[in-house]
């Protein structure tokens, strides 16, 4: 009378186990892609924050760190990694305190399912931000100019540092950062 149930019992369990092995497979592919974006993300931020001192106005700058996000963010996360459709970004540069800027970007792909998608889930959307702030800068720069940095016949300490100091201070944002 017994006969058969061990049939019947495994099939359950393999209807049962099915879909649980493909949520599990499928939640580790989108795990993975959502920690390479997530580092994409942040790279992409952070870049953007050290390039705001580019331009000499704040569109320029502004400009200068949403193309510097978007080149690092696609350096990071080149199209159709891990058969990921439908990459967006965008960056948001706002000042969020007191002589503060913060560039938020803000990303997202489609990533498709695999097991799931027997039970009508073709694809996934995965979402990350990254963040990153830069303080404007206020910098006193002393230089030395005492009868040891004379220029002699060879060597030229004087002249070296000033263009070292120019090019130091090429380096900060106009209008944003202040040197003395």
Known sequence: ??????????AVCVLIMMPIAGLAIDAAVLYAVKARLQSASDAA??????????GLTID???SAAENR???FFDANYPDNTSSSTDKTIDVDVAE???????VTVTTSVKVPQYFLRLLGFTSSKVAAEGKASRRDVNLILILDRSGSMADTASVK???????????????FAEGRDRIG
């Open 96 to 102: 969020t305190r007191f002589k503060t800027r913060t």
């Open 45 to 54: 931020a952070i870049a953007a924050a050290r390039s705001l001192n580019v």
């Open 157 to 171: 300490p004087c002249s070296t540092m000033k263009t070292a100091a120019k090019n130091f201070i090429d380096m």
């Open 60 to 62: 320029e700058q502004l």
């Open 1 to 10: 009378r017994e006969r058969g149930i061990v049939v019947l019992l495994t």
């Open 69 to 71: 996000a978007i080149d």
